[in-house]
DNA sequence: AGCCAGGACTAAT
DNA sequence: ATTAGTCATGGC
């Protein structure tokens, strides 16, 4: 069995390594050339083809529409980039990412994951996934050889796993928290489609009212899944960006005064250089590598540009 | 062996 | 309104 469609999709300035590894998502893996991984209910193939995208998948062509919007495959970068405010540490971000999109995530997958994700290293976080997919995941139709097939657990089984089960899956305290996720979706007191219709603020205070998501976590999903450029994560290793990028000289930074900052300083395109300086932030530091992350964070980061230089 | 990880909650100032 | 302690687990 070998995947049924294959597709082109012309495009400029598409990193897929950047786009897949920058801890956005945690389902993509790497085979050969590309990567595969299931998106929504169909296994997906990727890969860099000269001057675009090819993507192959199981099924007939009706996903394609879909697939390319998910990849943010039909989004111009060129403008995006060029809305970054013109200093030395965006400049060095995107020399030194440039191609790294944004994907448009499903809301649900993406909660869940972030919920996982706290005090957790990303390499971490994809084995708590994968664990979740393979123990309540649907199965899928994938070709031979397929390292992903199963399609990532809904709230409804979720909330009827054990807190025991989940713990089993290394989500440790977190268990609980994923479990109030899925049965407020269950029960309606939460719905991720009407979060649609409300401003950024209230959506996030709707994601906050989950227990275990605080502020960083809604932020994610607000960005990587409901594309709110005005949602601007900040985690460690983004403080630790802004801090040394753009603070260099000051001994104490309160959250407030980085978010005000985060909120001003950005553009409409915020979010976006979010990722850039995470992403960039994690490259640097980790000389590479992504998924363990470096041994020291506090090295290697004298040569960095700043604000100033 | 000790520190850190795409944090958040709770209790105590 | 800030701050410390706590929560599991694994990589380095």
């Known amino acids: 069995m070998s995947p049924t469609t ?6 400029a300035d598409y990193d897929l390594a950047a786009t897949l590894e920058c801890g956005q998502a945690f389902r ?3 085979s050969g050339a590309g990567w595969e991984s299931v998106v929504g209910d169909r296994w997906v193939r990727v890969e860099p083809a000269p001057g ?3 993507a192959s998948w199981m099924g007939d062509e009706s996903g394609a529409g879909g697939l390319c919007r998910h990849l943010a495959a039909d989004e111009a970068l060129g403008p995006i980039l060029a809305s970054f405010p013109d200093d030395a540490p ?3 971000a995107v020399a030194r990412c440039r191609g790294l999109r944004l994907l448009r995530q499903d809301p649900w997958e993406c909660l869940a994951s972030f919920i996982c994700s706290s005090t957790k290293q990303i390499v971490q976080i994809r084995q708590i996934v994968a664990l979740l997919a393979e123990g309540w995941g649907a199965e899928v139709e994938a070709p031979e050889g397929a390292v992903l097939r ?3 657990p809904t709230p409804e089984v979720l909330a009827s796993a054990g807190e025991r089960a989940l713990r089993d899956c ?3 305290f977190r268990a609980p928290y994923l479990l109030d996720a899925a049965r407020r979706l269950g029960d309606g007191r939460l719905d991720l489609g009407a979060l ?3 401003d950024t603020p209230a959506a996030r205070a709707a994601l906050m009212e989950i227990h275990g998501v605080g502020r960083k976590i809604a932020d994610c999903v607000l960005l990587f899944a409901y594309g709110r450029q005005d949602a601007f994560p900040i985690d460690v290793w983004v403080r630790r960006a802004l801090s040394r990028l753009y603070f260099p000289r000051a001994r104490r930074l309160t959250a407030a005064r980085l978010e005000a900052f985060s909120q ?5 395109w915020s979010g976006y250089a979010q990722q850039y300086l995470f992403h960039y932030m994690r490259l640097e530091a980790g000389r590479g590598e992504l998924s363990g992350g470096p041994a020291d964070p506090a090295q290697g980061l004298e040569a960095l540009p700043g604000a100033g230089a």
């Open 196 to 198: 649609n219709g409300l």
């Open 170 to 172: 290394k989500l440790g």
């Open 6 to 11: 294959v597709q082109f999709w012309p495009v």
């Open 150 to 152: 199963r399609a990532f």
């Open 52 to 54: 675009g995208l090819r």
């Open 264 to 268: 001003s300083h950005f553009g409409p």
């Open 90 to 92: 965006l400049r060095a």
């Open 28 to 30: 993509w893996v790497r």
